[in-house]
């Protein structure tokens, strides 16, 4: 195995991606990228994660009452 380069700059061009499911993922890493690059944050976390997790098991919850 070669290591791998990492690129000076990161590649957010989203117009070369094919749409579909591909676009998507694509369009989250872009959003990330800009995150870590601009001290930003954007793109869901882990915490927002867990929140829509409770909230749809709460719902579900409910709905079963």
Do not use: C, K, W
């Amino acid at each position: 195995m070669n290591p791998l380069t990492v690129p000076a700059r990161q590649n957010t061009d989203l117009s070369i991606v094919p749409p579909g499911p591909a676009a998507n993922v694509a369009a989250v890493y872009a959003a990330l990228a800009e995150d870590l690059a601009n001290g930003t944050h954007e793109v869901p976390d882990f915490t927002h994660a867990r929140r829509m997790h409770q909230l749809i098991a709460d719902i579900e919850a409910a709905a079963r009452r």
